[in-house]
């Protein structure tokens, strides 16, 4: 026999009620946030359900002028991040698709390339200089945090990646819609960008972006 | 005479009222918290008793089989830590007895002898090379953050020991009674450990556990 | 033409609701904040006025001994800086006006000197070693976080410097107030100061402690 | 036309050759590393290839008894994940294969199935609460920092998962080869475990541990 | 007499010679650097003049098309800030001058206006939404990391600002120098901006890039 | 039988050589340091006594003045800490010892109360006030980040404590000997504390300063 006692231990057993902010921490979205993240939930509420995101699952809708779709699982879709430091997103590309150029504010990126071939790189911001390379089924590539990056599917079938982000929250700036789909005075975009008006204001027109 | 001036400075005083995440955050454990910890208590609420706690002063009731106990004052049971990158515990151990194998998810740990003798000992993750060291009284010895940790009184009289961790909330996950102390169904644990269904359904039934 | 498509990218867009904790965390200092700093005020409350502040934009009535004011801009004053991991403030002094010994317990600092000359110096903690040089208009100089340093007009007209801080909250203790504008017990103040009991009596009574 | 000038900008490019802190830092194995990670490869001796890698292209081949293998692109393998915050690896479960009971002390885990069926699941620190759940093709689970966990392949064909860490080196500690593959006294083993020693030898010796 | 003892406390102090880790690393470029940072300069040769930097002091010729510079005192030029998570830069903006929308991949930003009248602004990742606001002198604005933001004369002077970073190696990437001056081929340009070829390539010759 | 394979999960064990920046980095200080601590002995050459330090195993001489002594156990003493957030010291104080006021510039600090009664208290930034209790064997108390404190024997026995810091290289900064054990021109310190300059000159001499 291996063991003798019953309850052995039990001193040593912190009280679930009190140990919320240990292990995890399953985000609350109907509660304030803070700059770590979301409140957490119950510990007496988590189940395994609250672990688990199947919304990467199916294959979504493409957007038909860039044959491609990103569906994110951050925080705000998959709460039981909050707190862990990672989270992941889908990239669907049908032939012809692409990922236009955009930023994650907070976060480095790794990309796995599920299906498909992808021609995928980013700009250093130092001299700004390119890596791209194109990346067969498996291959992974890792795009440091902040830079300016895309994905263009480079092959002759469909493509899918998961890719996954070094924080709950990565956020994403596509910077064609950061500059024409909002409401942007255009002299502020042409004195910013150098494009000039009239470009910007039939941008505008197509991405839903005034003034 | 060295000063001159009534109130000097006073404009350079933050009001108290607004400062309340300067310094310290006492923890509100009737608050929701959050991925850093829980939310701070109101400044002006706060007193020196929140600074201090006793629990770790006197011994606690050891457990039988293992002859020895862990008594923790981390965040829970100490909110003054809340916040504050640090936290302690108590080790009793009498003639005999043993702290088993564990870890602690969250931090890394530094254990001072304060009496007795105590073998203690950790496994590296890279090559499951063993680190384990007899200790005297005042020496002390640091466990790095996540691994494989056990002491064991080996002496001929009790032992007590002092531990710090690097974090409010380390966590402590004693392995025989993450596998055998719960509801994880036998089949899964065989499948996951190796060992037989026999031996864990009598463990599950020492310890606790279902299924 | 350069883009076809109407409301593209709509999949791409995370919905604002749910994005509270991306990019930034307005203060929200009515709700109990935690020790990553304040709860985030509503993504649909904040506007441009949030990300700006002019409370340094104007000189301060200087303090008469020390010739001297600064003006925090921290996460309490500025509360748009809360979890973006920095702050400023304004430093005021006039011919012969001084920053008498602090240290920043959160945070290193640069100044700039907007105006004026200035010298400036820190202490290092490891060998007592002193570090201080004569800033001209434009200079910069560094202080590593919280060791104890100064500032001090050493020109012929006031001085205007700008500084910044690695912290929303950097805190500010002043050696001077910290040890006699309190209610700490003489007899505690010259046991570790070493300074006699009379003179820190006297200290107090000016600085407006007690005890 | 949009832009006029040539070589603007100049005075505001940082030259590449004092910019090695910035962007990223490919690991140089050949070099001391640091508590942060490898040092830096010489940022001109940075390619494209630094960014990508293959060694998961292919399934490696399984380990007979757990009919499984997990391949890492951890920062040794792939050093230009070093210091981004994040790496990968990849898991292969043949009809019945399992990745026994482990943690990785430093990094949370993001798991993608790529195919098959997998169930999955973690142990809390707290009240070793036991969250696990049978994951379909492209849904994902989280598994918190340090916590004990497993996957094992619950369908009726071989599964495959990319998995993803919130650290360029999460470690893998497997409690099995932790406890019984090296020379930790059996003596000890049995004092931290309550196995008995007969059994420890049999461990022993079948995974190649002695003492 | 208030000290009574010569060389008291000698054993509490820590040799400088053990104590480079301690306080600052003042970056010496000429060794390999970390995911953290520069390698420390070796403390017994650190001055005060490695804590100032007087390049920020002068202005600097302004490039003709943007009427502007952005002069950096980040850790490659200032290494004193190495390790302190701190940094500046100063803005030079004649009548008329912009500073181009870009980002800084590692940093957030809080800008404070010298002199002269600028408007700035920046735009959310969440969903595109400008914030943007006109400041006068001593108006201090916050630019969250990683963010598209920009700043323009918007005066009937020049304008200077002082700017500060979150980090010692905040990076700077303008949008238009990475699209337009480098080899990333035009197709790849196109197929991820929407631009035309045409005008693509145009931009290219004049920024000086190719492909 | 609980095992059958020999060899299994040999393609899962990430080769030591490889795998240095796992699990701990033992400073090498023979090496350059950089922002996050001492490069790392080699994984080869580290053994058990790289983990244990006796050194704050006996009491050390104590200064006649203070009649007490601090013995660090920071990471230039005790190399195994490094990187690992935590280290430890020891307090010796005989009836009637100080440690006068200090701050670490770099962690928060817990005292635990090996043996006597202790006075300790610290003082806010936030508003000067000041927290302080008298400690009986066995209790702990925590001391906020950067903030003055101090620690005087309240008993009628000789006193000791065991402190831990949440940093390998907390730093430690004493007022006195930062303002009078150094060749700051005693100008300065008139200047920056209204301490008059013939006590300044007094204290200087005491303790070694000059100027």
Avoid: W
Avoid at 58 to 85: D, E, R
Avoid at 150 to 173: D, E, R, Y
Wanted: proline share 7%; hydrophobic share 45%.
């Amino acid at each position: 026999m291996y063991f003798h006692a019953l309850f052995i231990f039990s001193l040593l057993i912190i009280s679930s009620s009190q140990a919320a902010v240990l292990d995890f921490c399953v985000g609350d979205l109907s509660l304030p946030d803070g700059p770590g993240g979301y409140a957490c939930k119950k510990p007496s509420k988590v189940t395994s359900d609250d672990f688990v995101f199947s919304g990467l699952a199916a294959p979504v809708k493409l957007i038909p002028l860039i044959k491609a779709a990103v569906t994110p699982a951050f925080a705000p879709q998959f709460p039981g991040l909050n707190g862990l430091g990672i989270s992941m997103a889908r990239l669907d590309l049908a032939i012809g698709g692409v990922i236009p150029m955009h930023t994650h504010p907070g976060a480095s990126e790794v990309l796995y390339v599920v299906q498909g071939e992808i021609c995928a790189g980013f700009i250093s911001s130092s001299d700004n200089k390119v890596f791209f390379k194109t990346l067969k089924q498996g291959d992974i590539m890792v795009f440091p945090q902040g830079l300016l990056h895309f994905q263009i599917n480079s092959g002759k079938t469909s493509a899918l990646a998961i890719v996954s982000f070094s924080s709950p929250t990565p956020g994403l700036q596509i910077t064609d819609f950061a500059l024409f789909a909002n409401d942007l005075p255009t002299e502020l975009v042409a004195a910013t960008t150098f494009l000039d008006a009239a470009l910007i204001k039939k941008l505008k027109g197509v991405l839903g972006g005034t003034n």
